[in-house]
């Protein structure tokens, strides 16, 4: 995941709660017994059982106390990082506190789900490649929301189908949620100094989910820090986007730069881009603890389309109706068409001035965007410069 919410839908979908409202009094003798015993202690086993078989290869439960991460969250936005995502700012204390964001809520199950699709040496060598079109490959399949989120109702049937009527909530990127720091506490990892979340047996190449519910559960230990000394995804960061161990700043952030950032890119940061299109994994790419990763095993993340191996050429070409017909189901698509070919454009200009990317652009100019117009402008300016020797 890319180290800020960059995914963030700004919404607070309908409400999901099933059975008995979520600000209701938990009583334990209300439930069934014949097939429960009673033991909040064994319903957590039970449930983190089921979220295994459900494909979640982490699972973990966390109390709602966030105020450690509402104090960073406050000095962030105060600092202005967000850039304009404005949402981040949006809802006052419920993203740091689930009991406001959901009334009732006494525990938050946190589950992660790895998504990497193939090995991180063939990631290095699309990048080292200025013709291929990078995307964070956390998008190359279906919109992971859609998965998670089924996930997460089907383990919230199957707790109902223990207990009898919960209340309960599911979010995945669809609201403001301190995931990282919500499983953190739940044990899943610690947020390391790239801002991510790691787990020391399986890296960062992995998507969270959360199910706030008004169980008492028994909590799960937070993960401590194991970054260590290690600073290596300071320098790796192409737009020196994280400022210092812990900080980052969105306005730099690639991810941030591609896929929130609805205007124009700043000029002096389009150089640094590359031939990243959407998001970006560099800082996931040199932390040691990634050796641990496991590929993903669900099919849904399987790269569609052939985006992991497409030119920039190829997907520059997509007219608008080819492109929502190629991102169908796929995270790419809210990002829209014009800013499609925003990034695109960017992409070719830092790339060998070669006449086939140079006719690409230039049957580009005339595009009814002037977004576009401007950034086909800027990279045919620039492959002009390079192919002068500048």
């Known amino acids: 995941m890319t180290s800020y919410p960059a995914e963030a839908v700004e919404e607070i979908p309908g409400d999901s709660r099933h059975g008995r409202q979520a600000g209701g009094d938990y009583n334990p003798t209300a439930f069934p017994t014949r097939s429960w015993d009673g033991s909040l202690s064994g ?32 000095a962030w936005l105060a600092q202005g990082r967000q850039g304009e995502m404005d949402y981040m700012a949006r ?11 959901v009334p009732g809520t006494l525990r938050v199950i946190s589950v992660r789900m790895d998504y990497l699709p193939e090995g991180q040496d063939r990631l290095q060598a699309r990048l080292r490649d200025p013709a291929t079109a990078f995307i964070s490959r956390y998008a190359l399949g279906r919109d992971y929301h859609k998965v998670l989120r089924q996930r997460l109702q089907r383990l919230a049937n199957r707790i109902s189908a223990r207990i009898g009527p919960f209340g309960h909530r599911a979010f995945v990127d669809s609201a403001p949620v301190l995931e990282k720091a919500l499983a953190q506490r739940a044990g899943l990892g610690w947020i390391g100094k790239h801002t991510n979340l790691i787990h020391p047996r399986t890296g960062s190449w992995f998507f969270l989910g959360e199910l706030f519910v008004d169980l008492p559960l028994p909590p799960d230990r937070p993960m401590t820090d194991h970054c260590g000394r290690c600073q290596a995804c300071l320098p790796a960061c192409p737009t020196g986007a ?11 952030c690639i991810s941030y730069l591609t896929i929130e950032l609805k205007g124009p890119i700043p000029e002096p940061l389009r150089p640094l881009i590359g031939n990243r299109i959407y998001g970006c ?33 190829e ?9 929502l017909r190629r991102t169908e189901g796929s995270a790419i698509r809210r990002i829209g068409h ?25 049957a580009r100019l005339t595009h009814p965007s002037a977004l576009v117009g401007e950034h086909v402008a800027w990279a045919l300016r620039r492959i002009g410069v390079c192919r002068g020797g500048g």
Request: net charge negative; aromatic share 8%.
């Open 281 to 313: 994994d560099d800082c996931q790419l040199v932390c040691p603890w990634n050796r641990f990763a496991h590929l993903t095993a669900e099919g849904d993340f399987r790269p569609r389309q052939g985006l992991d191996t497409a030119t920039l050429i």
């Open 91 to 101: 809802h006052g204390t419920k993203r740091a506190r689930p009991a406001e964001l």
């Open 338 to 362: 014009p800013c499609w070919l925003r990034n695109i454009a960017v992409a070719l200009g830092n790339g060998p001035p070669v006449p086939a990317v140079r006719q690409a652009l230039t």
């Open 315 to 323: 997907l520059f070409d997509w007219d608008e109706g080819e492109f």
């Open 43 to 74: 319903l957590a086993n039970d449930i983190k059982v089921w979220a295994r078989e459900l494909g979640f290869q982490g699972v973990g439960i966390s109390d709602p106390d966030l105020m450690d991460a509402e104090a960073r969250l406050s």
């Open 242 to 252: 994280i400022l210092a161990p812990y900080e980052l700043d969105a306005r730099r």
